[in-house]
Structures are given as C-alpha cells and as structure tokens.
C-alpha cells in the first residue's frame, strides 16, 4: 500500500512540475512553424538562449510562451490553440490556415499582424475561464471567417480586427470589448461597413481596385493603403464613403505600379469619429515595368539609342530571323541593316521600328 501512494505522490508531483514548466520559445528567422531550425528556446523564463531541439507545441499552447518576433514570418497550416495560461506574442507576422482558439486563461497579444484564414476562427470564449486578446500598437489580426471575442479583448494604440466570410465580415461578443480605450457593449457589428468584395487586378502595369459595401453606418472615407513586405504601409488613394446608407455601392480605383515584384494591398475604413477596420490583405505580382520606365529605342545618326535599363535585346526581322542581340548596352553602332524590325527586351518589352541611316 505504501509503495502505491508513493507511485502516486511520483505521479502526482511529476505531473505538477510539468504543468509548471516556464519554458520560452521565440523565432530567430522566417519559415513554417514546424521548421526546427527557425525557433530558439530559453527555459529560464529568458535569462539564456539556445537552439531548439524541436518547436514548440501549438495546440496547445499550455503553461508555456511562443512569440513570433519581430522582422520574422511565420506560416501554420493546422490549428492553433492557446489556453491554461499559455501566451503568444506575436511581434511579426503569423499566418494560420486554419482555426485558431483562445480559452481558459490563454493569452495573446498582437503588435505585429495576425492572419486567420479559417470559416470558423474562434477566440477568447470557450471555458471555465475566458481568454484574452490584446492587439495594440498598431497591430492588426485578420480573420477569413467568424471571429467571437469574449470578455478582456482590448483593442488599443490603433490596433484592429477585420474579419471577411464569404462576402460579408461578422463578429460576435459575449462580454466587454474595448476598442481604442473605450468600453463598448454590447456592439451589434464590428464593421461600420459591410464589405461585399474587395478584389484588385492587373492590366499592364496598372493595379484596378474595385470594393461594394452592401451598407454604410458612419463612414467617413476609405484609403487603400499599399506594402510590399507586410511591414511598412502607405496611403496610395483615398475615396469619400457614403456616410449612412443600406443601398449596394460600388467603388473603383487605380495604381500604376513602379516596380516589378509583389505588392500587397488592403482597404481602411475610417468611421467619423476617428475609429477605423482593415479589410482582409490582397497580394497581387507585378511583372511588367509602366511604359515610362520600359526600355525603348531611339534610331540617331548612325547609331541606335536605348533608353532606360535592360539586361537583354533581341532584334528580330520581319521574317522573324535574329539579326542582333545586346546586352545592357546604350548606345548601338554596329548594327548596320537597314528595314523594319521587331527589338524585344528581356522577352517581354516588343517594340517595332524603322532602321534607314
């Protein structure tokens, strides 16, 4: 009998040291959460650092703390759940493909951007106890989906929430939400707009947005506000809203993109009152410079001028023979043909013209 509670104290002890494990992982470099290599471990509550020997559980994430530092990315394609007194700061960025929760005592805060892209992201409400979410400094939590925040969310310091399921973004309270220090409860819609679409495509080197609310309450303005590393945002283009209104309205805009690359896009929405929510982030891949900046040719006097950078020319003739090639060079003086031809920069820019010296 003796050794049987002795067993159970062993257990019993065992167990309790386990749930009071104080352990810290945090990234040093980008890449998916399951990659060992990305994460560092302290486990005496951050005095010392080394290599993880493996990462850090993520559902769930209990009595211990993840954070996703800052200047680093992060990318999770299976659920997340942070409860019993587990924490994650997210400092850079962190994207969920799936559902992410937080519920008895579970605690998160956002000063960098945290993506959802689950139909059923959950947060802050399932337990005994409730979780708590804090998004500030700026920080920014977007949800493809049903987001429910429960009693303790504080959004402050410019933080926000948006959040987009199908055509139309929701949220649900079942207690205090504070948004820019101010308590309100309970608030009917998280959205002062409801946002049937936002898309944004591409024709040469010009970005068309185009945005329908299927009702207004209060907006002020939108500004589309343009990234191209998901850190630093500008302000591209503003367009007045329409104040109060249940009609479905139809806004467009453009951009012509000065860079080859990947862009990142979103729509803010500012209220009267100052307040304001982010739609979901759109990517779009730029592959063409604006005309101004494409390479053209110039024919001068005896010789043929280029103007603006390139690293490769063809010279076709009408026959569709090559007669030329170049590369990275401004000015040409030893082609010496005469006639019409096709010059194609970097296999994409064509443009034709009439050599006669």
């Known amino acids: ?18 749930e009071a494990k104080n352990e810290i992982y945090r990234t040093i470099s980008s890449g998916s959460w399951e990659t060992t290599s990305i994460w560092e471990v ?9 290599s993880a020997s493996g990462y850090p559980e993520y559902h769930p994430i209990r009595r211990f703390t993840v954070i996703i530092s800052k200047g680093t990315k992060v990318t999770h394609n299976k659920d997340v759940t942070v409860t019993r007194k587990g924490h994650l700061y997210v400092e850079g960025d962190l994207s969920i493909k799936s559902t992410f929760r937080v519920y008895d005592a579970g605690h998160v805060k956002v000063s960098g951007n945290l993506y959802i892209e689950s139909l059923d992201a959950v947060g802050a409400m399932q337990g005994s106890w409730t979780g708590k979410i804090e ?19 504080n959004i402050d310091n410019d933080g926000a929430i ?34 049937k679409s936002f898309t944004v495509s591409l024709n040469n080197s010009i970005a068309n947005f185009n945005w329908i609310t299927a009702s207004e309450q209060n907006n002020d303005y939108f500004t589309l506000e343009q990234s191209t590393d998901l850190q630093s945002w500008e302000s591209i283009h503003t367009e007045q809203g329409a104040g109060n209104s249940s009609a479905e309205l139809y806004y467009s805009a453009e951009k012509e993109l000065n860079k080859v690359g990947v862009y990142y896009f979103r729509l803010k929405q500012t209220d009267y009152d100052g307040k304001f929510t982010y739609s979901q982030v759109v990517s779009l891949k730029n592959t063409k410079l604006p005309k101004m900046q494409q390479p053209k040719a ?5 010789s043929i001028i280029i103007k603006n950078t390139y690293h490769n020319l063809q010279i076709f003739n009408m026959q569709g023979r090559l007669v030329g090639q170049y590369s990275n060079t401004k000015v040409i003086s030893d082609f010496n043909e005469q006639g019409v031809f096709i010059f194609v920069f970097d296999n994409q820019y064509k443009q034709k013209i009439n050599i006669n010296f």
């Open 1 to 18: 009998m003796k050794r049987f509670i002795y067993i159970l104290i062993f257990l019993f002890t065992s167990i309790q040291f386990a």
């Open 298 to 302: 110039v024919v001068g006097n005896g």
């Open 162 to 195: 948006a959040t987009t399921e199908g055509n139309d973004g929701m949220w649900e309270s079942d207690g205090d939400i504070y948004y820019n220090e101010s308590s309100v409860n309970p608030r009917p819609a998280f959205l002062p707009i409801k946002l």
């Open 135 to 153: 998004v500030t400094s700026k920080g920014y939590i977007g949800v493809t989906g049903k987001i429910s925040l429960g009693s303790g969310t």
């Open 42 to 50: 302290s486990k005496d509550g951050g005095k010392t650092w080394h």
